[in-house]
C-alpha cells in the first residue's frame, strides 16, 4: 500500500548547526502535508504545514519543502538547541481522503551541546 | 485554551479487564480522532468521528474496540476485553472541519496503558 516514509531514523547535529530531516511519500495525490514534533512522554505537536499548491513555507527557525516531481518533503531546522531534541513525523492527506493523516515512522533528532 | 484532555494518563490493567479511555476534544472542534502509537507500528489511525458520527472505524484492531461520541465534547475508546497486545500509548486528536479539506490535528498527551 501506499505509505510516508522517512530516509533516516536517528539524526544527531550539533547545537546551533542546521537541521534537515527528509520524508518521502508514494501517493501523487496527496495534497497536504504536515510536520509534528513529539518529546517523550508528550503527543505530537504541530510545527508547520504545507499544501500542495505550495513548494516551500516557512515558520520560526522552521522551513518546510515540497518537492512533487520526486515526491519528497524536508523540515529545515535553523539554528538547532536542544530543546528541538524529540522525534518528528512526516504526514500527510488527501482531500477527498477527508482529514485522515498518514504519519511516517519519525526520525529522532538528537542536538549534542 | 486547555487543549484536547485525555485521561488517564496511565492505565495498567490485567488482561481479560474492561478498559475505557476517555478524551474532551477543544471547543468547537468536530472532528475527533483515537490514535494508537507503538514502536513497531508508530502512529495508527483508530476510528474517526465527524459531527459525533464515527465516519471510518477501518483502523479498528477487532472486535474488543469499540468508541463513541455521546456528544461533541466527549468521547471514550474501550477494550473489552483487554489483551497484552493493546499495550500502546493511545492518543486523542481533534480539529475543526471548515469543508476546504484537511486542517491540522491537535493532539492530546496521551494515555499509556499498560495489560499485563
Known amino acids: 500500500g501506499e505509505s510516508v516514509g522517512l530516509h533516516l531514523p536517528t539524526l544527531s547535529v550539533q547545537e546551533g548547526d542546521n537541521s534537515i530531516i527528509n520524508c518521502a511519500y508514494s501517493n501523487s495525490a496527496s495534497d497536504y502535508f504536515i510536520w509534528y514534533k513529539q518529546e517523550s512522554g508528550k503527543g505530537p505537536q504541530f510545527i508547520i504545514d504545507?499544501?500542495?499548491?505550495?513548494d516551500k513555507r516557512q515558520g520560526q527557525r522552521v522551513t518546510v519543502l515540497l518537492n512533487k516531481t520526486v515526491k519528497h518533503l524536508s523540515l529545515q531546522i535553523a539554528a538547532t538547541q536542544p530543546g528541538d531534541s524529540a522525534v518528528y513525523f512526516c504526514a500527510e492527506s488527501r482531500y477527498n481522503a477527508g482529514n485522515m493523516l498518514t504519519f511516517g515512522g519519525g526520525t529522532r533528532l538528537m542536538v549534542k551541546p | 485554551d486547555a487543549g484536547v484532555i485525555q485521561s488517564p494518563r496511565h492505565e495498567v490493567t490485567e488482561m481479560g479487564q474492561e478498559v475505557t479511555l476517555r478524551c474532551k476534544p477543544i471547543?468547537?472542534?468536530?472532528?475527533l480522532f483515537w490514535y494508537r502509537q507503538t514502536m513497531m507500528r508508530g502512529l495508527e489511525l483508530l476510528i474517526y468521528?465527524?459531527?459525533?458520527?464515527?465516519?471510518?472505524d477501518s483502523g479498528m484492531p477487532e472486535d474488543r474496540f469499540s468508541a463513541k461520541m455521546p456528544n461533541a465534547s466527549f468521547s471514550t475508546l474501550k477494550i473489552q476485553p483487554s489483551e497484552p497486545r493493546d499495550s500502546a500509548v493511545y492518543f486523542c486528536?481533534?480539529?475543526?472541519?471548515?469543508?476546504?479539506?484537511?486542517?491540522?490535528?491537535?493532539f492530546g498527551s496521551g494515555t499509556q496503558l499498560s495489560v499485563l
Open positions: 504545507i499544501r500542495s499548491n505550495m
Open positions: 468521528f465527524n459531527n459525533n458520527v464515527p465516519i471510518d
Open positions: 471547543s468547537g472542534h468536530n472532528s
Open positions: 486528536a481533534s480539529t475543526s472541519t471548515l469543508g476546504q479539506g484537511t486542517e491540522k490535528l491537535f
